[in-house]
């Protein structure tokens, strides 16, 4: 089984749309949790850290279920800046590593 | 503010020549580094990382090393290189091991 499993979609959606997204783990030991959102042939930027209790930043939402282990992420009022894909990212229970998702395109259409 | 750089950002080089790529952070001391890879179609794989000067581990067997010779500045390097070893390479940064790491502009590698 994959540390960090997400579909790889792509999600088609029309400006001003809500969108989600989800992302399993596999250890349940994992203490930190992130999305990254990296733009084609670019490097990953983080967009968020996801807290226990879940945040909120501007049109992003992020959540954290550590009893079903998944990780979720909300985009409303989509533009087309927000076509990119968007990495699920687990820091493993030893601290150092990262462990990223494949990833879940987004198509933003006008 | 902190900013990461890489060079170079693209490059093509033959099986069995070495490589060396290098990464280098301003603004912030005794940062923890990464050196990651991305396939195409494959998610980020960590190669190495350190927390400081001469400290390396290494996450995955392979024909590549990786030296930090000093505090901000990390290394990676190939003395023979394989078809296999193509791919985006990243250099990251993090304050701390538990902190959100940054990642530089990243080199695409092809092997020829």
């Known amino acids: 089984r994959k540390e960090v499993e997400q579909d790889p979609g792509p999600f088609n959606v029309p400006e001003g749309a809500t969108v989600a997204f989800n992302c399993t783990y596999s250890?349940?030991?994992?203490?930190?949790f992130f999305w990254y959102r990296q733009d084609c042939r670019k490097e990953p930027k983080l967009l968020m850290s996801?807290?226990?209790s879940g945040n909120e930043d501007g049109r992003f939402t992020a959540q954290l279920n550590r009893a079903s282990q998944y990780i979720s992420l909300l985009i409303r009022d989509s533009k087309l800046s927000d076509s990119a894909t968007y990495l699920c990212?687990?820091?493993?229970?030893?601290?150092?590593?990262?462990?990223f998702g494949k990833g879940t395109s987004l198509l933003v259409t006008p | 503010s902190q900013t990461i750089h890489q060079w170079p950002a693209t490059l093509v080089q033959p099986v069995g020549s070495p490589l060396s790529l290098e990464c280098t952070v301003e603004?912030?001391?005794?940062?923890?580094l990464y050196w990651y890879r991305q396939a195409a179609g494959r998610g980020l794989q960590l190669l190495f990382y350190?927390?400081?000067?001469?400290?390396i581990s290494s996450e995955v067997p392979q024909n590549l090393s990786a030296s930090r010779p000093q505090d901000r500045q990390f290394i990676l390097s190939s003395k023979k290189l394989l078809l296999s070893d193509s791919g985006f390479y990243l250099c990251?940064?993090?304050?701390?091991?538990?902190?959100?790491?940054?990642f530089g502009d990243g080199t695409r590698l092809s092997i020829l």
């Open positions: 990251a940064w993090s304050v701390l091991y538990n902190q959100p790491q940054h």
């Open positions: 250890n349940s030991a994992s203490q930190s």
């Open positions: 996801v807290y226990s």
């Open positions: 990212v687990v820091r493993t229970p030893e601290g150092y590593a990262l462990n």
């Open positions: 603004g912030t001391s005794n940062p923890n």
């Open positions: 350190s927390v400081g000067i001469g400290q």
